[in-house]
């Protein structure tokens, strides 16, 4: 069984930094995943992505956080990571693990991250 557990969030300052971890367990990146992601809800708003990285390291961003964030993977330590310059309040919400194996998707639990103006 895949659990992912996620950290790093937390309260920022608008034009701040965060950087947020997906711990994966039960799993190894390199041999079963196909892609990883991070995405994000904010209060009455449905759930986004807002990055994405495959198993080949081809990356896609939300067209919001273009240039600001960026994902990354260390395959050794099952972690994935995300990156996040020049938080905005829109920035604000609950940011969720995603890993698409080839046996099933999995999500961990969410870490808020908020950004005060």
């Known amino acids: 069984q895949v659990q992912l557990v996620e950290s790093g969030g937390g309260l920022v300052q608008a034009g701040g930094s965060l950087r947020l971890s997906c711990a994966a367990s039960?799993?190894?990146?390199?041999?079963?995943?196909?892609?990883m992601g991070w995405y994000r809800q904010a209060p009455g708003k449905q759930r986004e992505l807002v990055a994405s990285?495959?198993?080949?390291?081809?990356?896609n961003y939300a067209d919001s956080v273009k240039g600001r964030f960026t994902i990354s993977t260390d395959n050794a330590k099952n972690t994935v990571y995300l990156q996040m310059n020049s938080l905005k309040p829109e920035d604000t919400g609950v940011y969720y693990c995603?890993?698409?194996?080839?046996?099933?998707?999995?999500w961990g639990q969410g870490t808020q991250v908020t950004v005060s103006s």
């Open positions: 039960g799993t190894i990146f390199s041999l079963f995943t196909v892609s």
């Open positions: 990285i495959t198993s080949g390291g081809i990356t």
């Open positions: 995603n890993v698409a194996e080839y046996n099933g998707v999995y």
